[in-house]
């Protein structure tokens, strides 16, 4: 009888540390002690996140995590990684948040927690101006620019098209101008952005899929997003998000 006991007691235990020493996300109060939000970001997806000429990141979601962050009385602090890392650091803690246009995903939601979703987005297909190609039929058989980890390769592989995947979208919007790949999968307002004034390309009407943006967290951190979620609720309601769009001059599509 007392093996039993040990025996369940042990199984138990390890129970509790697999729950909780799986969660590696801040608590709002270990955050607003350590007096800032360390924010891991790709910034190669304009208009939400990208370079200045000073090399800062800027754009709609820098404008949005400021501003929760000065509501959270807390400085935010932005490091700069390749997207396909940005998940995986948020979820090891060692970033407290992702902020990188992250779709919200079913397969995402299993290992990363997620703020409300607070815009739509959908991805698009850009091809040369003189393609042939003019809906989503048209690309059997054909080699696509994906940017690595994105939904966008996550989607194109499963309809077993032959990817090109790039760390940045510049170097897939690149491929395609070289001719390299035959179309290039990205999130329309960013292709609309890298695409703005060139001739070359263009944006196929037909979109692929549409997704929501949230900012993602660790698992541990649910009383800090629960106060994030305030502050958005309350962006969204009183139209800050809408004007920082419209300050991009990007189209802003509330989630349903
Ligand atoms: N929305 C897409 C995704 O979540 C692409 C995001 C790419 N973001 C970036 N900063 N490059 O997979």
Redesign the pocket.
């Known amino acids: 009888m007392k093996k039993i006991t040990a025996l369940l007691l042990s199984v138990l235990m390890l129970a509790v540390c697999f729950v909780g020493c799986g969660a590696k996300g801040k608590t709002l109060s270990e955050v607003k002690e350590a007096g800032k939000l360390t924010i891991a970001?790709?910034p190669?997806?304009p208009p939400?996140?990208n370079l200045d000429a000073d090399k800062n990141v800027v754009g709609i979601e820098v404008e949005i995590m400021n501003i929760v962050c000065e509501k959270l009385g807390v400085k935010p602090v932005f490091e700069q990684i390749n997207?396909d890392a940005v998940l995986t650091g948020v979820q090891s803690g060692k970033y407290d948040c992702g902020m990188?246009?992250?779709?919200v995903t079913d397969k995402r939601k299993e290992n990363t927690l997620f703020t409300k979703e607070y815009c739509l987005?959908a991805q698009v297909i850009v091809v040369k101006s003189d393609s042939a190609i003019a809906a989503k039929a048209d690309l059997s058989g054909k080699t696509i620019a994906v940017?690595t980890g994105?939904?966008?390769a996550e989607f194109c592989s499963g309809q077993g098209y032959t990817l090109s995947q790039y760390e940045a979208?510049q170097d897939a919007k690149l491929a395609l101008t070289q001719g390299k790949v035959d179309a290039w999968v990205v999130?329309d307002l960013t292709a609309a952005e890298l695409c703005k004034g060139d001739n070359g390309v263009k944006i196929l009407d037909e979109k692929m899929t549409t997704?929501p943006?949230a900012f993602a967290f660790a698992f541990g951190s649910e009383d800090l997003v629960e106060e994030i979620n305030k502050i958005l609720d309350e962006l969204i309601a009183d139209g800050t998000i809408k004007s920082i769009f419209d300050k991009y001059d990007a189209p802003y599509t509330k989630p349903e």
């Open positions: 970001t790709s190669d997806f939400f996140e997207f990188s246009g992250i779709s987005a940017q994105t939904t966008a979208n999130d997704e943006y």
